[in-house]
């Protein structure tokens, strides 16, 4: 089975950066899309971004767009999500997913806390 281990996360200040990381077991282009959520305490998980296997299309949430980029290093089978100008509502225990055909793989998780 597919394994995903996010890394990255902590506490930063508002206005800060955070450069999270996600190595998969497998192949990333054997995926077609990778993608990370986060989830905050009692709320749902919400997709933040997205990209797909060949790297040429991503997908934002408009709430982050502008200051999260995602990327993949295919040769390093990671996926990475570079957060800029972070603000307290982005905290929350952040996610990576891989969806292969109709099956979607998760990992444990990392948390990000956004305070002052």
């Known amino acids: 089975q597919v394994q995903l281990v996010e890394s990255g996360g902590g506490l930063v200040q508002p206005g800060g950066s955070l450069r999270l990381s996600c190595a998969a077991s497998?192949?990333?282009?054997?995926?077609?899309?990778m993608a990370w959520y986060r989830q905050a305490p009692g709320k749902q998980r919400d997709l933040v971004a997205a990209?797909?296997?060949?790297?040429?299309?991503?997908n934002y949430a408009d709430s982050v767009k502008g200051r999260f980029t995602i990327s993949r290093d295919d040769a390093k089978n990671t996926v990475y999500l570079q957060m800029n100008i972070l603000k307290p509502e982005d905290t929350a225990v952040y996610y990576c997913?891989?969806?292969?055909?109709?099956?979607?793989?998760w990992g444990q998780g990392t948390q990000v806390t956004v305070s002052s």
């Open positions: 497998e192949y990333m282009f054997r995926f077609n899309t």
């Open positions: 990209i797909t296997s060949g790297g040429g299309s991503t």
């Open positions: 997913n891989a969806r292969k055909l109709a099956r979607d793989f």
